[in-house]
């Protein structure tokens, strides 16, 4: 038995593209367009809704509070100016409790110890007068004993290594200004130079006394 099929009913059996032949394929029904239709734009929605909420959780900025900080380094009794302080955010979750955040809070005080520059400045660490009286002088002072213990603003009492001949006073009251770095680490050397506020009476006799030798730190005080 033979059957002959026209040019029209092999195209309408057979998909034909330029690459050649493929399998036939049935028509899909109105029900199935449907659907599909329907499930692309399902897929639309939920890659536009994603997209739009992973934007904004992008965008959202997270919670910081401004601290006040130093610009640079604050030496112990340098009364403080707006060039000494800089604004830096933190994270909210940084216990800023006892920080200043107001600079007028700040400005026209005075450091009452060193502050590192970039450090957080604390109202404890500032005084609204000189630590050091009027008239102070800033003596340099070697010292013989460990300055291990000893701090800026603490009021200490200086006595000669040696006694001197010449009616030097055999002690100096005198409050540390600024302490060399081997102070902060634990360390000292065998003789250390510290800077001491000094009365202006005692300054010259200090001065001369520790020319003759270094001083020992005898006893201190907060």
């Known amino acids: 038995m033979n059957f002959h099929f026209s040019s029209a009913d092999v195209k309408s059996f057979l998909h034909l593209t330029p690459a050649g032949v493929t399998a036939a394929r049935a ?13 692309r734009a399902m897929g639309v929605a939920l890659m536009t809704a994603l997209a739009i ?9 997270s919670r910081t509070v401004p ?24 994270e909210e979750s940084f216990p800023a409790t006892g920080f200043a955040t107001d600079r007028n809070s700040l400005i026209g005080h005075y ?30 002072v070697p010292l013989a004993s460990s300055t291990v213990g000893l701090r800026e603003g603490q009021k200490v009492t200086l006595v000669p290594s040696s006694k001197g001949t010449d009616g030097t006073p055999q002690s100096f009251s005198v409050t540390v200004v600024s302490l060399p770095r081997q102070a902060s680490t634990g360390f000292s050397d065998e003789q250390s130079i510290i800077l001491v506020g000094a009365s202006a009476s005692d300054s ?19």
């Open 204 to 222: 010259q006799l200090l001065v001369s006394a520790a020319q003759r030798a270094p001083m020992l730190a005898a006893n201190t005080t907060d």
């Open 67 to 90: 601290l006040l900080v130093a610009a640079h380094t604050l030496s112990y009794n340098q009364q403080i100016s707006s060039s000494d302080l800089r604004v830096e955010y933190v």
């Open 111 to 140: 450091a009452v110890t060193k502050i590192p520059a970039g450090n957080a400045i604390a109202a404890s660490q500032t005084t609204a007068t000189a630590p050091l009286p009027r008239g102070t002088s800033i003596v340099s």
């Open 53 to 61: 909420t992973s934007g904004v959780i992008l965008l959202l900025p």
């Open 27 to 39: 028509p899909l029904t109105l029900k199935k367009r449907r659907a599909l239709a329907h499930m």
